[in-house]
């Protein structure tokens, strides 16, 4: 009975203890639950650009009105806090929270990011969405940016981009011979085989390099953007045979500690809400080039051209060189493309007899 009574007041005493330890974490959950996170969101592009510097000032709206402004987002435009090119740095080194960019522009720090983009003759925009979301591309997108301490999120797509704007006429293979033409990614290394010498420049600076002949040609995304940055006015040869970017591919990054700071309610909203931007892009972009296009013609007296067929083989020649080349160096490379591959063929036999024979039905 002694060590029955024992026992039993041992446990009565230990009951402060335990209620308060429990009233503590309810405390510390509440405030957790009340605490306000300030952020920012840098960007590769200008300031509210449209589509590509919109659709991060839509997040941070979204993510404002969903948390109740628990989680507040200010965005930053191209050189606001840091140059375009350094948006990934900042996010890794937690300079800024979250950003906004391409991981084409990443290529020199991994290899195999241009992949998480576009890849030249690769997966339009439908076929990335399912690749990454239930193909498995996304686990292998966070496994490349881990050791940086980066969470990649699909960030929006723009759709088929065009071949871009020229000053100079393209009949053949040797109009590629020294041609200067800006265009990033592994579209950059395939013009390269082609003779002609790929430039890295961020939107802004465009249309004065080639106002001042500083480069040949650009490719940027498609009539809605090209028409706002006004390359009709300082080229007169456009060309939209898609080839290089067949569905670029955005991306939102976010530093992994701040992620994990975040109570688990705010992660879901920072999820979710990039889910709705990457639809709501691709979205736009539909939309949008349509009437831009159509603008582009008739009140610029912009001719829409096509590639010669032979200078179009000579660029898939190229771009599967490109590929095995990558991988044979890069066994990141290898992994990544080993699934994009096996997605890219199996989903390219469905569209084949759906989505392609669908177009031609509808043109009867």
Known sequence: MNKWIKTLFIGIASLPLLVGCGKDNSTKKVAAEQKVYNWKLVTSWPKNFPGLGTAPENFAKQVNEMSNGRLNIKVYGAGEIVPGFQVFDAVSQGSAQMGHAAAYYWKGKMAAAPIFT?????????????WLHYGGGLELWRELY???????????????????????????????????????????????????????????????????????ATEWVGPYNDLAFGFHKVTDHYYASGWH????????????????????????????????????????????????????????????????????QALKK???????EQAAADPMFAKVMASYAKFQ???????????????KNREL
């Open 118 to 130: 576009a890849l030249p003759f690769g997966l339009n925009a439908q076929e990335t969405n399912g």
């Open 146 to 216: 881990k050791p940086f301490g980066v969470i990649p999120f699909a960030g929006g797509n723009t759709g088929v981009q065009s071949a871009g704007w020229f000053k100079k006429e393209i009949n053949s293979l040797d109009d590629f011979k020294g041609l200067k033409m800006r265009i990033p990614g592994l579209g950059g290394e395939v013009i390269q085989k082609l003779g002609a010498i790929p430039v890295a420049l961020t939107g802004g600076e465009l249309f004065t390099s080639l106002q001042s002949g500083a480069i040949d």
């Open 245 to 312: 970017e067949p569905g670029a591919m955005l991306e939102f990054t976010v530093n992994e500690k701040a992620f994990n700071e975040l109570p688990k309610d705010l992660q879901k909203i920072v999820e979710v809400a990039t889910r709705a931007v990457n639809q709501d892009m691709l979205d736009e972009y539909t939309a949008r080039n349509n009437a831009a296009l159509k603008t582009l013609k008739t009140k610029h007296g912009v001719e829409v051209k096509t590639l010669p067929a032979d200078v179009m």
């Open 318 to 324: 190229a771009s599967s060189e490109v590929l095995a």
């Open 345 to 359: 063929k199996q989903v390219g036999a469905y569209h084949m007899i759906s989505e392609v024979e669908y177009y």
